[in-house]
């Protein structure tokens, strides 16, 4: 009778270690991988975007660009190559969305 019960408790201690050590694992292997959001055109405020675009839904990708940035250096996307950015073009003058995106490129 004796050695019965040892063999439960090693087939339980065996079962225990089994869950603590597959859990963990299964975990790892079936959680969703998290991913930036792509924002398109059409996610956004119609208001924030060019009438011509608003309704685009595929990848909205930004042109080649050629700018002087505030030390006198030319930047271009190649300076971006295989790298996440996020581009905002606004008018320093503008007295009607600008102040708004400007908000919320400092809040990015």
Same mark, same amino acid.
């Given at each position: 009778?004796?050695? %019965? &019960?040892?063999?439960?408790? #090693?087939?339980?201690? %065996?079962? *225990? *270690? #089994?869950?603590?050590? %597959?859990?963990?694992?299964f975990y790892?292997?079936?959680?969703?991988?998290?991913r930036l959001? !792509?924002?398109?055109?059409?996610? !956004?405020?119609?208001?924030?975007? =060019?009438?011509?675009?608003?309704?685009? $839904?595929?990848?909205? /990708?930004?042109? =080649? &660009?050629?700018?002087?940035?505030?030390?006198?250096?030319?930047?271009?996307?190649?300076?971006? =190559?295989?790298? @996440?950015?996020?581009?905002? &073009? &606004?008018f320093t003058?503008?007295?009607?969305?600008?102040? $708004?995106?400007? /908000?919320?490129?400092?809040? @990015?």
């Amino acid at each position: 009778m004796q050695g %019965s &019960f040892s063999n439960y408790k #090693w087939i339980g201690l %065996s079962m *225990v *270690v #089994w869950g603590v050590v %597959s859990v963990p694992i299964f975990y790892n292997i079936l959680k969703p991988i998290e991913r930036l959001p !792509v924002y398109q055109p059409a996610s !956004v405020n119609s208001e924030l975007v =060019d009438t011509t675009i608003v309704h685009k $839904i595929n990848y909205h /990708k930004i042109s =080649d &660009f050629s700018l002087t940035n505030q030390n006198g250096e030319t930047v271009t996307q190649k300076k971006y =190559d295989n790298k @996440i950015y996020v581009a905002d &073009f &606004f008018f320093t003058t503008c007295q009607s969305i600008c102040p $708004i995106m400007t /908000k919320n490129m400092k809040d @990015i």
